[in-house]
């Protein structure tokens, strides 16, 4: 069965400090992975994802993941964390055997201190 | 930019009543999606729909849901007798294409809540 794990309910950086969001995953086959972002009162919105190729991808608001397949991981990371970077991020998952159904993570609570 | 559209932003209903859940999703998108979000728990695939049919639905999606696109705009969640459970936010999603490879688009959301 497929499942997401974001071990942390909230991460804590201050501005202008690098962040990371952790993301791991189970899946048969090989995974498509997606970071979602949402604000007060608002949808998800997509950031990035990963289908195959470099295991870097780089997205919106200058939001990058990194991969790993020996690990299941799939970490959301930002060099420099901007106050407005506060939200929830969900990490998703979808298995590329033909299914439309896409697993999220719990979210995790990003505060970003001025 | 195109966006998904949800109405109402936020229903109160009675145990036991009808409710109607309406989106519009993106003009050329083909597959549509209903997830729910209880408060503070995570987003919950409810639904996928293409080419007037269900693609696929969770265990959640009993026989209490339904799901219709009547027209060529409109796509609606309906929950034919609500029960105190079903307090949740539900989320209507679009994606341009098939496959597991592309992103979904989300509606800002209707707030449920019953009573």
């Known amino acids: 069965a497929q499942s997401v794990a974001q071990p942390e309910d909230q991460v804590n950086v201050a501005e202008g400090n690098p962040l990371t969001v952790k993301c791991t995953y189970s899946?048969?086959?090989?995974?498509?992975l997606f970071w979602y972002v949402q604000y007060p009162n608002r949808g998800l919105q997509f950031l990035l994802k990963?289908?195959?190729?470099?295991?870097l991808v780089k997205g919106s608001y200058g939001f990058e993941a990194e991969f790993n397949k020996s690990q299941t991981s799939f970490h959301l990371k930002k060099p420099s964390a901007l106050v407005s970077d506060s939200a929830l991020y969900f990490c998703a998952v979808r298995a590329n055997t033909g299914g439309f159904k896409t697993i999220f993570g719990a979210g995790t609570r990003l505060f970003v201190k001025a | 930019e195109p966006e998904v559209t949800q109405t109402p932003s936020h229903q109160v209903t009675q145990m036991g009543q009808e409710v109607i859940l309406r989106c519009v999703p993106i003009?050329?998108?083909?597959?549509f999606y209903w997830y729910r979000q209880i408060l503070g728990q995570k987003v919950e695939f409810l639904v996928s729909?293409?080419?007037?049919?269900?693609?696929?639905k969770s265990e959640i999606f009993d026989d209490q849901f339904s799901v219709e696109r009547p027209d060529g705009s409109n796509f609606t969640l309906k929950i034919r007798s609500t029960k105190l459970e079903d307090s949740a936010m539900y989320f209507c999603a679009s994606s341009p294409f098939s496959g597991g490879a592309y992103e979904q688009y989300f509606g800002p959301g209707t707030r449920l809540t019953v009573t």
């Open positions: 729909f293409y080419n007037n049919e269900i693609s696929e």
């Open positions: 990963y289908i195959t190729g470099d295991n």
């Open positions: 899946v048969s086959g090989n995974p498509y």
């Open positions: 003009s050329n998108h083909l597959y």
